[in-house]
């Protein structure tokens, strides 16, 4: 009976004083990590967040870029972070798809991260130069398969959701499509306009203006419903291409054992940041879906993910170095 009190005090200690860490949180700077370069999609949200956060706390909430490869440098750094809720890690999509891309990862997603929200997500789009003679998905798929060998497509780059959507695209329908990896979404944007590769596999942001202006033709969007910012675009579902769904996610996260209160914490900052009419829109001008689930919806949803394109990646071969 001795025992059973004693631990049930010490319990009651320890919760006591995580919540007395999490009323005092923050008590100094925050460091969020961006395992890419400056201007991406990760990084231009990353500091949204970081700016309210700063603005709503009074401590400041900084972005620290951390690039190198394909975010495993800076998210191996994060992993090896304090879980004391002063190292914050922004993923994308890669967070979850590198493990099963690259012979060897310095972390585990599921293992050494505790989620905290999947902040917005972005569609990826199917798009082709204005001289294929496809109008459609379906289309194409007949047109690809009565050139064999004569069609390409340019994709961002290696590993990213873009290059496997095209991939999974490929497997399902038996396509000989070349694949042309490109550094960036603007390189191969820009090969597509330039009809040096005729279709183009990319996120939303980097295609929609394109789209609008008439330099490339939005054959579909690849999410469940159809983009805002492209109303006309229909969805993979609606061109008669079913189960072909795929986005770019920015999520944050934090090392494993961060306390529960910091965690909560962090969501709720978020989600409300998310809510507000400036953020909101200034994420649907990026092509993004305002997001903000709760930790175990994101949890849950990294492990579907994690799932799905390392099931993708192996069928395709597909391997980094």
Known sequence: MTTLIRGLVLLVALLCADAGFAQTYPSKPVKMIVPFAPAGPTDVIARLVAQKLSETWGQQVYVENLPGAGGNTGTANAAR???????????STGFIINPSLYA???????????PITLVAAS????????????????????????NPSKYSYAQPALGSTPHLAAELFKLKYGLDLAMVPFTSAGLAMNSTIGGHTPIAFTALPPAMNHIREGKVRGLAVLSAKRAPELPDVP?????????????????????????KEIVERWQREVAKIVATPEINQRLMSL??????????AFGERLKVEM??????????NIKVE
């Open 81 to 91: 972070g304090p879980a004391d809720g002063y190292t914050i890690l922004v993923v």
């Open 104 to 114: 060897r990862v310095p972390y585990d997603p599921m293992k050494d991260f505790t």
């Open 123 to 146: 569609p990826n789009v199917l798009s082709a130069h204005p001289s294929v003679p496809a109008k459609t998905v379906q289309e194409l798929i007949a047109l690809v398969k009565a």
């Open 235 to 259: 969805t993979m579902a609606e061109a008669g291409v079913p189960d072909q769904e795929s986005d770019t996610i920015t999520g944050i996260v934090a090392p494993a054992a961060t306390p």
């Open 287 to 296: 092509g993004f879906v305002p997001i903000a689930n709760t930790p175990a």
């Open 307 to 316: 799932a799905k394109w390392g099931d993708v990646v192996r069928a395709a």
